[in-house]
């Protein structure tokens, strides 16, 4: 898909909202397109465009062993449960404000065409600082980024549903694998067998991904030449390792995509484009709500090097399993 296709659809062009306001509903519509066509980690998560501020997430389950014989004209009393727990969204309005000189809309090649590269330039930047965010959010933080909101590592760090794992010392990938894999309830991946196995992913930095597959091609002669041509991302026992450019290298995370949610409030989009003679420079501004949660925390498994936290328990307070085990 090329830029001219890309911009169509944001509809961002600043000439089209004049001095700019609340993105219409078609308009909201096209820029979140655009996210997700840029993004292909946000087209891939649960991304839900909000109407309001706050959405309710609830996620259900059932009871394992609830079949039973069937009783001829007798009661059949229910043995099996289902249970329901809510999580929620809670947009935090953001904004993303940018100058450009006089002197820079004077000397640009592209002449009046530069508002609608300009435009395609921030909505694309508001989608690379949204996943950013979506994984390194820490609202302790005193990072002015970093504190706008809890990323997913942080939402399932303070979350005593899931299931944390001690990477430290850990330097073969292929046993970190294993042990993140182990850690996974069994019952998750009795839902997600053949086909749907792959659902489960294995989340990395780049860096451990290719520490991972120079692990193989030092195994594996033309597995390794085959890994190291196509590029393509390769698999621990059937389950996906997905490289993230804004994952650190000490933290992986074990999840299906759509565990992870993000939500955009539609009606909050606004973007402001102000001429401003005296100090000789455009203003633009993007002013966006969202948020990050997980749906199901016991569905998650997440690692980092816990030797400094005092008590943990190397292997998580949550990661007796029903069996574990990584073999679906």
């Known amino acids: 898909m090329n830029n001219r296709t890309l911009l169509s659809k944001a509809a961002i062009d600043t000439s089209t909202l004049g001095n700019g306001g609340k993105m219409n509903p078609e308009q909201s519509k096209q820029f979140i397109t655009f996210m997700k066509d840029y993004s292909a980690f946000l087209r891939q998560v649960d991304f839900i465009t909000m109407t309001t501020t706050r959405r309710t997430l609830e996620y259900g389950e059932v009871n394992k062993r ?31 404000p940018y100058d450009v000189t006089f002197q820079f809309m004077k000397e640009n090649i592209e002449g009046k065409n530069v508002n609608n590269t300009l435009a395609q330039l921030f909505a694309q930047q508001f989608a690379n ?3 950013d965010l979506a994984f390194n959010g820490d609202e302790k933080s005193k990072d002015d980024f970093l504190n706008i909101n809890d990323g997913w590592v942080s939402i399932s760090e ?26 996974m309830p069994s019952k998750y991946f009795q839902m997600y067998q053949q086909e749907d196995k792959s659902l489960i992913k294995i989340f990395v930095s780049h860096s ?24 393509q991302n390769v698999h621990y026992d059937g389950f996906e390792i997905v490289p993230v ?27 402001y484009h102000d001429v ?16 990050f949660e997980i749906h199901n925390p016991d569905a998650l498994v997440i690692a980092k090097s816990r030797t400094s936290e005092t008590g943990s328990n190397p292997s998580g307070g949550e990661t007796t399993n029903e069996g574990g085990g990584g073999n679906g």
Do not use: W
Request: no cysteine; proline share 2%.
């Open 245 to 271: 450019g804004f994952l650190s290298d000490d933290v992986q995370i074990v999840t299906p995509y759509k565990n992870l949610a993000y939500g955009i409030y539609g009606q909050s989009l606004e973007v």
């Open 276 to 291: 401003v003679p005296r100090k000789t420079r455009h203003e633009y501004t993007l002013l966006a709500d969202f948020d």
């Open 66 to 96: 609830g079949m039973r014989k069937a009783k001829e004209n007798q009661d059949n009393p229910a043995t099996g449960t289902f249970t329901t727990a809510q999580r929620e969204l809670n947009a935090v309005g953001t904004i993303m």
């Open 158 to 183: 303070n979350d005593t549903n899931t299931h944390k794992v001690d990477n430290s010392g850990v330097t073969s990938k292929i046993k970190l694998f294993s042990t993140l894999l182990a850690s």
């Open 208 to 231: 451990v991904n290719r520490a991972y597959k120079e692990e193989l091609t030092s195994r594996n002669t033309a597995l390794g030449d085959s890994i190291l041509v196509n590029g």
């Open 129 to 131: 600082d949204t996943v």
